[in-house]
Every structure is written in C-alpha cells, then in structure tokens.
C-alpha cells in the first residue's frame, strides 16, 4: 500500500465534519478525465515518494482534537489488502472513518463495513449501468466482473444501514441528460446523489473536456428530483 500524500485538514470530504484526507496510489480503473493521474498511472506512481505509515498515524494522533475524521481515497483505496488493518490503527485513534471508492472490489467494501471499520462511504456511479458505456468511460479496463461487483456495492449501500452517498462528474464527451436520469431511476430512493461537474485540470487522458453548463445541470436536478435525492456539488 502506497500513501501517496496526505491532506491535513478538509471541510468538505466528510460530510458535517473536519477531516484528514489520506491518498492512496494506485487504480484498477483509467477514466480519461481523472484529476489525480499520479495516483493512477504507473510510471508516475513509481516517482512517489512514500509517506511512512508512522508518519500518518503520528500526525493523526498529535490533531485529535483538531479533527473528527479521516477520509481515505485515491486511486481506489479498496484493491489495498492492507486496508483493513491500517484502519483499525485509526480507528484506535478515535476517528471517524469515511472511504471514496469506485465500487469494484464489494468484498473489500463489504469486510470494512461488517467489521465496522468505515462509517461512511462515497461511491462513484460513472455512467448508466451499461457495460459498454461505463468501460469506456473507464478507460477500456473494466471486465464484465467488475461490472457487476460495481451493482453490487451500489444495492450494499442502498440497502445497508451505513451512511453513504453516491456522485457522478459530468463530463460531456461522455454523458447526456438521460444518461444521468437513467441512473436516478436505478438508485430510487438513495439517501444523496451528488453531481459533480469537470473542472479542466491535468488529467489521465492528457485530454481537453467539456464540463455542462449550470442550466444544463440544474434542469437535470429537477427532473432527477422524481426519483432520488440528487443534488449539486460545486467544489469539485
């Protein structure tokens, strides 16, 4: 497990809470738009410089009053198998614990959730849950596997007692209105679906995107509104 960087405090990648946000290097997935290609391509994950783990834990232990939580993401944090245990050295701590995750390793998400080691999840839905779609909006690495793992860890959530929330960011050489509405109708009910919209930044595809305008997401919102609780994010 690679800690890439550390993020000492944060208002909003926990929702209500103060946080620290831990990267993790390292992703099973390719999205042309990703933000954090260090964390995700492997010739710039081999120019890390690794936190130690001490490091980490030490800094958390000295910030216990300063802070309520600990946000651990990516990459995707779950193909670590080393997740499990460093969590439980936070949770010593006395933190909360919340995980960004794309949904492709259940098992894992599964494991942190029974053996209450994350109290709250945010999961990325990239697109409507098509194959076709949603592999290429993942780089063509997606197999029919993780595809369904993806489903999985979505009904987990809605179905489960933990809080969550789901996100999409929007990008338009990959999504259309109905492609976002479709997937309100697939998460009835959900307790939050966020949308984020792109930001232009340095990206895995080495590519220009385009993010929608503000009236082409609010008019998606309202109509989303028949199905789930879908809202804006607006920092990303």
Not at 130 to 139: D, L, T, V
Not at 202 to 208: F, T, W
């Amino acid at each position: 497990m690679i800690i890439a960087s550390l993020q000492k405090q944060s208002l909003i990648e926990y929702p209500g809470k103060i946080s620290s946000v831990i990267f993790l290097a390292g992703c099973n997935l390719r999205c042309g738009f990703c933000y954090v290609p260090d964390l995700v391509v492997e010739e710039k994950i081999r120019k890390i410089r690794p936190i130690k783990e001490e490091e980490v834990l030490s800094f958390l232990k000295k910030r216990k009053k300063f802070l309520d939580a600990v946000v651990i993401t990516g990459g995707e944090p779950t193909i670590n198998k080393e997740l499990p245990t460093f969590i439980e050295k936070i949770k010593k701590i006395g933190y909360c614990v919340g995980i960004e995750t794309n949904g492709t390793v259940p098992s894992m998400l599964s494991k942190l959730i029974n053996k209450q080691l994350v109290d709250y999840v945010a999961l990325d839905i990239k697109h409507d849950l098509i194959f076709k779609k949603y592999n290429e909006i993942c780089g063509g690495l997606l197999t029919k596997k993780m595809f369904s793992n993806v489903a999985k860890s979505i009904r987990m959530l809605l179905n489960g007692d933990i809080a969550y929330e789901f996100r999409t960011t929007l990008v338009k050489e990959f999504h259309t209105k109905k492609d976002i509405l479709n997937v309100c109708k697939k998460i009835r009910k959900a307790r939050v679906y966020y949308l984020q919209n792109y930001k232009e930044n340095e990206n895995v595809a080495k590519k220009k995107f385009t993010p929608f305008s503000e009236e082409e997401i609010e008019e998606i919102i309202k109509e989303g509104k028949k199905w789930c609780n879908i809202l804006q994010r607006k920092y990303f």
